[in-house]
């Protein structure tokens, strides 16, 4: 049990219909420690006490009286306030994170229970660009987070390779796919690709009778037909490399690529099920669910040529997932503008009966601009995401060459810190929001970025390659008592709330301000308190706790999806 928790365990005593986690929201962190390194407000108690919070806080300090634990207790006004025996917390909170190492802040809140990561998800034959970043960074990140907390993760690649513009690019093949063609498309697949959607999409202004082309295209491609088939395979396969590059640069891995394709011949028994349960309506020769009545526009299932749609396909593969994995939760990590499809289908699921439906979970978040521009796939306007790592790597070694001429593993490091710098950008705002990307901002190894971090955890390496002492939990904790040590390790406490809290609301960015937090601690520390010295049993004592920041600060960049480079 950690301090926090011991604060919550002794109101639970005071009111015993509070639950330890009514107890542990009810906890404040004051805004200076002359006011405590904790603090309840006892406004809650007033009414069914029939006092005044300020007496109610001061009868509670007499119930609580003297623990080892705190320093002291005492009442200001409505609040309790409570101080850390510091040498105490010190040997706590060091001695867990010593032991737990690499597992330091982590739970077993989800043993036995599986969830399923939907991120990324780029459409086939498209190109894989800076605006697919945000998905496949935060998707990441939470997959980690659910696998550290002990969770069973799956990670899914749900693939756009299904749809009209299949329709479009095999009919754009069968009318400009010479031999040429064919060798640009092995040799530079994306954007040849692309260039052949962005012709057939300007084509179509001048002929319209192409989008019925591409409609019929599509039409075979869910029939069956060979040629179409063959087509699309192809499209499939080619893309797939491109973008397995990409992940390569990110060290990102998924269990699954099963995209809209892998669910065709599992539309015919929605359909049939969404029918026996009356769901189904005609309209206009296509079959809807209507959802007015629940707050949404109706839902088309299959339109008039039998073909069916995003919302059909998503129902499916939710089924499928339920009935192969049994998930705890399905989260989707797609784009705010998706919020109505993700509410009908879920809605659509509902009224079918099956209570899981909001056990899938939609992960939204907001756009990524760049300072020059917008982007759109159809007009050509695209930053590709592999050009943004290159430019990243490139520049990082820029900097090193700059700074640290002599450095081993040049490549390996710039490369690390590089695409790192990145994915902290990407994972250092809320989600929702939306925010412009910054190449200055980006690559400084100032302030709260990811070289700061990442440099701050190289610092903490070479302090331990230069200790000549066995780093132990056995030392004299008093030597840790200080304002910046114990800044530090208050802070390393919070850890594991930093992780659940990232957990519960999905939301990386819990631990990316948090392991800015700590390094910015640690930096105090560092100039305040020497920690190679002569006096062993300080070396000691300040060795254990960078030993420990070393620890938490690698698991908290790992869960970021980033590396942690030893020397840089």
């Excluded at 959607?197 to 001048?206: D, F, G, R, S």
């Excluded at 209507?290 to 339109?303: N, P, R, S, Y």
């Excluded at 200080?482 to 999905?506: C, M, P």
Aim: charged fraction near 30%; include cysteine; aromatic fraction near 12%.
């Amino acid at each position: 049990m950690d301090f926090k928790e011991k604060v919550a365990e002794l109101f639970i005593q005071v009111d015993n219909e509070i639950t330890l986690d009514e107890a542990l929201q009810m906890i404040e962190i004051p805004p200076n420690q002359d006011m405590g390194d904790y603090a309840v407000p006892c406004f809650k108690f007033a009414k069914k006490y029939k006092k005044s919070p300020a007496m109610i806080a001061a009868d509670i300090v007499q119930k609580i009286g003297n623990l080892e634990e705190f320093e002291k207790i005492e009442s200001a006004g409505p609040y309790v306030n409570f101080f850390v025996d510091k040498k105490h917390f010190a040997e706590k909170i060091l001695k867990q994170a010593f032991q737990e190492k690499e597992k330091c802040g982590s739970t077993n809140v989800g043993q036995g229970k599986t969830v399923i990561v939907e991120f990324s998800s780029p459409n086939i034959a498209k190109p894989f660009h800076i605006g697919h970043i945000r998905s496949t960074l935060i998707g990441n990140s939470i997959h980690k987070i659910y696998t550290y907390l002990g969770y069973n993760t799956v990670s899914i690649n749900h693939l756009g390779d299904y749809g009209t513009q299949f329709g479009m690019l095999i009919s754009a093949y069968k009318k400009w796919g010479t031999p040429e063609i064919v060798d640009a498309i092995e040799k530079n697949p994306i954007p040849e690709l692309l260039k052949l959607y962005i012709k057939y999409n300007a084509e179509m202004e001048q002929h319209p009778e192409y989008k019925d082309e591409a409609r019929y295209w599509f039409k075979e491609l869910e029939n069956g037909d060979e040629e179409a088939q063959r087509l699309w395979s192809w499209f499939r396969e080619v893309s797939l490399k491109e973008f397995n590059r990409v992940y390569d640069m990110f060290g990102i891995k998924f269990d699954s690529y099963a995209g809209e394709s892998f669910y065709s011949d599992k539309m015919p028994e929605i359909i049939a099920e969404l029918e026996d349960k009356c769901l189904l309506k005609d309209s206009e020769g296509a079959k809807v669910v209507e959802l007015q009545d629940h707050g949404f526009t109706d839902a088309v299932i299959q339109k008039s040529d039998g073909s069916t749609l995003y919302v059909t396909r998503d129902i499916a593969a939710a089924m499928y997932r339920k009935k192969t994995y049994d998930f705890y939760k399905n989260i989707y990590v797609v784009g705010a503008p998706q919020k109505l499809h993700f509410d009908q289908w879920r809605k659509i699921i509902d009224l079918m009966g099956h209570e899981w439906a909001y056990d899938c979970v939609h992960v939204m978040f907001g756009t990524v601009s760049l300072e020059d521009g917008t982007l759109s796939t159809r007009k050509g306007r695209v930053v590709f995401l592999e050009d943004v790592l290159k430019k990243a790597i490139e520049k990082t070694t820029e900097i090193i060459n700059e700074r640290n001429t002599n450095l081993e593993n040049k490549e390996l490091v710039a490369k690390q810190v590089g695409i790192g710098a990145v994915i902290f950008q990407e994972l250092f705002n809320n989600r929702i929001k939306d925010y412009m990307f910054s190449w200055d901002k980006t690559l400084s190894f100032e302030g709260e970025t990811g070289p700061y971090v990442q440099y701050t955890y190289a610092r903490t390496c070479s302090l331990l390659r230069k200790a000549d002492v066995e780093i132990d939990a056995d030392v004299d904790f008093s030597v840790l008592t200080d304002k910046e040590s114990f800044n530090v390790i208050r802070k390393i406490e919070g850890f594991k709330q930093a992780v659940l809290d990232a957990h519960e609301k999905y939301e990386p960015f819990f631990v990316t301000r948090y392991i800015v937090s700590l390094a910015q601690e640690f930096n105090r520390f560092y100039h305040e308190c020497p920690i190679i010295v002569e006096d062993v049993e300080v070396k000691k004592a300040r060795l254990l706790l960078t030993k420990v920041v070393n620890s938490v600060l690698k698991a908290g960049i790992e869960l970021l999806g980033m590396e942690a480079p030893e020397k840089m």
